[in-house]
């Protein structure tokens, strides 16, 4: 079973339009969580690190359900330039290990459309 | 530099013959990790360093791949023997030591091997 796993899509919506992301994860033990964006042939960039309380970020919701292993991203006023993959990360620390490591989702595609 | 440098940008090798890649991470970061995507893929962790520990190379997919990094700063992955599934773009990322801080990514290498 992946650590992470994500719906892939793709996901196609007008501009303006209000679009959700969801993500489970399987480690009880993920510390950290975050999205990040892919473009076409572009690295990954960090969008947002998700909190236990919800945190936005302009346009940009992320919320985060420890009990549930869930967290989900939610772009309102949906933009051209928001097509892209959105990856869901978690970070997982081992024991004994300062910093642990990021595991990522697959990925959910969005295009919006004009 | 500003952020995550790697090279080169583009690689075309023949099967059978060795590559290095090189990532130079951004100054103060004291974790460094390699990544690799296939095409359509997620990302498969590869190799972490942090600090002066031992490195974490539990993703590495076989011994022909190795990765070393150099007084703490520049990291050089090399793969031995290349295969055509060996072809992907190799990312690497660098991060601070605390855990809630994602990380930065280089524009990663393609690998072709022909």
């Known amino acids: 079973r992946k650590e992470v796993e994500q719906d892939p899509g793709p996901f196609n919506v007008p501009e303006g339009a209000t679009v959700a992301f969801n993500c489970t994860y399987s480690n009880s033990a993920s510390q950290s969580f975050f999205w990040y964006r892919q473009d076409c042939r572009k690295e990954p960039k960090l969008l947002m690190s998700v909190y236990s309380s919800g945190n936005e970020d302009g346009r940009f919701t992320a919320q985060l359900n420890r009990a549930s292993q869930y967290i989900s991203l939610l772009i309102r006023d949906s933009k051209l330039s928001d097509s892209a993959t959105y990856l869901c990360?978690?970070?997982?620390?081992?024991?004994?290990?300062?910093?642990?490591?990021?595991?990522f989702g697959r990925g959910t595609q969005l295009t919006v459309w004009p | 530099g500003a952020g995550v440098s790697q090279s080169p940008s583009n690689k075309v090798t023949e099967k059978g013959k060795d590559v290095e890649l090189r990532c130079d991470p951004i100054s103060g970061h004291t974790a460094l990790y390699w990544y690799r995507q296939s095409l359509g893929q997620g990302l498969e962790f590869l190799i972490y360093f942090q600090g002066n520990s031992a490195p974490d190379k539990s993703g590495l997919p076989s011994d022909r791949f190795s990765a070393e990094r150099t007084g703490g700063s520049v990291s050089t992955l090399t793969i031995q023997r290349t295969q055509q599934e060996d072809s992907a773009v190799y990312l690497c990322a660098s991060s601070l030591i605390r855990a809630n801080y994602g990380y930065t990514f280089g524009s990663g290498t393609r690998l072709t091997v022909v």
């Open positions: 990360v978690v970070n997982i620390k081992d024991r004994g290990s300062t910093l642990g490591r990021l595991y």
